[in-house]
């Protein structure tokens, strides 16, 4: 007798094919789409490096949920059980100060792929892919808040020197995998209250970007992005690397340029924004996260912009040409939790812009038929797509609906309350 989810999904496929959708199609499409999820949400944006700093460059993490990782493996184990949850095959994100030093105290304009190399042995073993990002804050040469655009020459020669190493290393990383690696460069420079001189750091940092970038990396395994954003805590007045500079950097120089949906006003959205930039601009970058009043960076929900950005990436044929990487952490629930809930919205907002008629939706558009545009684009919101999600997930060998919680509860009760009581051992 055929399961409920076999029998939902036979009544979702006709009705799909009705409208001229093929669901077994879509769902081998989706399959193809990888989502890259960040390391940062595993730990708190902690690292690994001997010599640890504080948390600097206006990120603040919130919340004291138990079971953070605090090594590399126990950030690999997670990342793995959270993987075995989501439906299709997925990349990891590692920031540069993720490496495993052995205890050497290895100062970041040092950095070589013997820090990588146990990441590289999992990934392999994985079947997944790494992208990767030079870690520019948490450090003392990053006190004064200014890196790549700083006015003194050393600290700027630092951190070129720290880039560089992090391109070589993603070069290495892509050789080793056979999988284009993206490395994302994000600095927090910038000023709290109103500068006199907007001008100079930012020539500064235009003048570091072009050193960092004159050594040419094969980019069948290296592409380099660049990432604007709005503001972050000490610097609300003035941010040396701002949307505009990074777009005119990014089409000047023809890099990726990354869109972070939580690093614009709160009344902006970059699924507006993806049509534009990929004008001029030969791929994107998008991290995808939530903004909530100032904090940008919350687990992503099934919201209308994430659906907007999933539309504007399949209506438009742009998934070949852009990167979805997720970019958020969040310490008040459990962190493996987090990367399932997250990545599992980012693929189901991709299935629901696959599914939708939108050839029907355009069509009453080119006629002037808007009435018939709206009303089309609110019924496809109810399509059956939930019941396709349902059977992709039970292809894929993944829980189907909200049964994963249950792993994780059960993951939460042995490897993360061990990691607890280790913790609280350690400190007696």
């Not at 630092?158 to 999988?179: P, Q, T, V, Y």
Request: with cysteine.
């Amino acid at each position: 007798m055929p399961s409920t989810i076999d029998q939902s999904y036979q009544l979702a496929k006709q009705r799909y094919a009705d409208l001229g959708i093929d669901t077994d199609k879509v769902m081998k499409k989706l399959a193809g789409v990888s989502v890259s999820m960040q390391c940062w949400q595993g730990d708190d944006v902690m690292g690994f490096e001997p010599n640890a700093s504080a948390l600097s460059g206006g990120i603040a993490v919130t919340g004291n949920h138990p079971g953070r990782a605090r090594t590399p493996d126990e950030l690999r184990a997670d990342f793995a059980k959270a993987l075995s949850l989501i439906p299709g095959r997925h990349r990891i994100n590692l920031h540069a100060f993720y490496g495993e030093y052995n205890g050497k105290a290895i100062d970041r304009d040092a950095i070589s792929i013997d820090q990588f190399k146990g990441w590289v042995a999992w990934a392999k073993a994985q079947k997944i892919g790494i992208d990767f990002n030079p870690t520019c804050f948490a450090h003392p040469k990053a006190a004064s808040g200014f890196t790549l655009s700083s006015a003194d020459k050393g600290i700027r020669q630092f951190w070129i020197e720290h880039c560089k190493r992090s391109r070589e290393i993603a070069g290495e990383i892509g050789k080793a995998l056979g999988k284009t690696v993206v490395t994302n460069h994000w600095v927090p420079d910038g000023y709290k209250d109103v500068p006199a001189d907007r001008l100079a750091p930012r020539e500064r940092l235009r003048d570091s970007l072009d050193a960092i970038f004159a050594q040419k990396i094969d980019p069948k395994f290296n592409l380099d992005a660049v990432e604007p954003k709005l503001f972050g805590l000490g610097t609300e007045s003035y941010t040396v690397g701002s949307h505009e500079f990074y777009l005119g950097y990014a089409i000047s120089r023809q890099k990726l340029m990354c869109l972070d949906s939580g690093h614009f006003h709160p009344t902006e959205v970059i699924s507006d924004k993806i049509s534009s930039v990929l004008q001029y601009v030969p791929e994107l970058l998008l991290h995808v996260s939530r903004g909530v009043r100032w904090d940008s960076d919350h687990v992503i929900t099934l919201s209308d912009e994430i659906q907007a950005i999933a539309q504007e990436l399949v209506w438009n044929g742009f998934l070949d040409r852009t990167h979805i990487g997720l970019d958020y952490f969040d310490a008040s629930i459990n962190r493996v939790a987090a990367w399932v809930i997250g990545t599992r919205n980012m693929s189901k907002a991709l299935l629901m812009a696959m599914l939708s008629p939108v050839a029907q939706i355009r069509k009453a558009e080119a006629a002037g038929d808007y009435t018939s545009r709206l009303a089309l684009l609110e019924e496809a919101r109810s399509l059956p797509w939930a019941a396709v999600w349902d059977r992709y997930c039970e292809q894929q060998g993944v829980p189907v609906g909200e049964s994963w919680l249950a792993e994780v509860k059960a993951y939460e009760k042995t490897v993360l309350a061990a990691r607890c009581a280790k913790t609280a051992a350690a400190a007696r």
